[in-house]
């Protein structure tokens, strides 16, 4: 188990301030940047690039999110406290903790089970306790629906029909849609099968895989 320094804490305040300059507005998403241990979450071998604004590996193909993309995700849910939110991706669980340390209820799916093994251990041992499930994220979670919010943080080809089904209406979710290159989209639930589509340019995501294209 990691410690959080004085210096992790100066350098939180250091990256929330750069996130501001780069047109993060929320100060709620600044606050939970701030708040979250992100070095504790890396090999020990990138802890002390832990608050760069880069993208670290973290293991079963799959990276930790650039914190301007998490809090990018993040601003775009316009979350409130309280709000029920499905994540899909665990991957390492930075993400989830933001969305916890601003008030919202996480149920959060990850399809590698090592990764998913690894995550639902170390959470909890920072003080993070969202609902874990070990699953396919293109299903959603269907018996815990509507959800006020749905963040995707992996690249997806298609918006899954099933995600729009339980999406509350007046929702909102983000998805980076995309093969290659994708484009960070805020999915609208206007009506039970009316939405409203904005895109906000383009960002580099790991795929979501569907169930079919994995192994064991």
Request: hydrophobic share 40%; proline share 5%; charged share 25%.
């Amino acid at each position: 188990m990691g410690l959080d320094t004085y210096r992790h804490k100066g350098l939180r305040r250091q990256l929330a301030g750069f996130l501001k300059e780069k047109g993060i507005e929320s100060d709620e998403v600044l606050k939970a940047i701030e708040a979250v241990p992100r070095h504790l979450f890396l090999n020990s071998s990138f802890i002390e690039r832990a608050y760069e604004d880069i993208a670290f590996p973290i293991g079963s193909g799959q990276t930790i999110s650039r914190p301007h993309t998490v809090a990018f995700q993040t601003e775009l849910l316009e979350l409130k406290k309280g709000e029920k939110v499905l994540e899909i991706g665990t991957g390492s669980g930075y993400q989830t903790c933001v969305l916890l340390e601003m008030g919202a209820k996480v149920y959060t799916i990850e399809r590698q089970k090592a990764l998913f093994d690894l995550t639902k251990t170390f959470l909890p041992t920072i003080g993070y306790n969202p609902k874990f499930f070990y699953g396919d994220g293109y299903k959603g979670l269907p018996v815990f629906s509507p959800f006020d919010k749905i963040i995707i943080t992996a690249g997806a080809p298609i918006i899954p029909d099933a995600l729009l089904d339980q999406l509350k209406v007046g929702g909102i979710m983000i998805i980076p849609l995309g093969d290659k290159v994708q484009v960070m989209t805020l999915i609208k639930k206007i009506a039970a099968k009316q939405f409203e589509k904005v895109e906000y340019g383009e960002f580099k995501f790991v795929p979501l895989l569907e169930n079919k294209e994995w192994g064991d």
